[in-house]
């Protein structure tokens, strides 16, 4: 299967970078959990597990950009991509709180400006 990377409805596979898509598995542990201090062990609960993803883009046209912005702009966003886990294509809600939108110039070839370098995380609600 190949990877891709849908927001909503938006299909943005085409514009990722090569290391454009890198998971991360978090586990998220109860209250309580931690190292014993008498004999060093570790007790934990686990309560879930979260993925988060670092998302990196090749170098997006203006029209590209700002759809990429509103799309992660709302609260939570429905993200499709090929999971690591089950291998196959699944849909979450994710969000996001920093967006890095790469370096601006404009490009005489295309017409537009265009961003280089634009990435952000997303983390599994």
């Known amino acids: 299967m190949k990877p891709i990377f849908k ?4 299909d943005y596979t085409v514009f990722l970078a090569e290391d454009g898509l890198s998971p991360v598995r978090n586990d998220i542990d109860a209250n309580g959990s931690g190292r014993n201090l008498l004999d060093g ?6 309560i879930a597990q979260k993925d988060k993803w670092t998302v990196k883009f090749n170098r997006l046209p203006e029209l590209i950009m700002r759809s990429i912005a ?9 993200i499709t991509f090929l999971s690591p ?11 996001t709180s920093t967006l890095t939108y790469g370096v601006q110039h404009y490009d ?5 400006t265009v961003y280089d370098g634009c990435t952000f995380n997303l983390t599994e609600r």
């Not at 062990?41 to 686990?46: D, F, G, T």
């Not at 886990?85 to 969000?95: A, C, D, G, I, L």
């Open 108 to 112: 005489r070839g295309l017409g537009c």
């Open 7 to 10: 927001i909503g409805n938006h």
């Open 41 to 46: 062990l570790m007790y934990r609960a686990r």
């Open 70 to 78: 509103e799309d992660i702009d709302p609260e939570y966003v429905s």
């Open 85 to 95: 886990k089950v291998n196959r294509y699944v849909t979450k809600s994710y969000y």
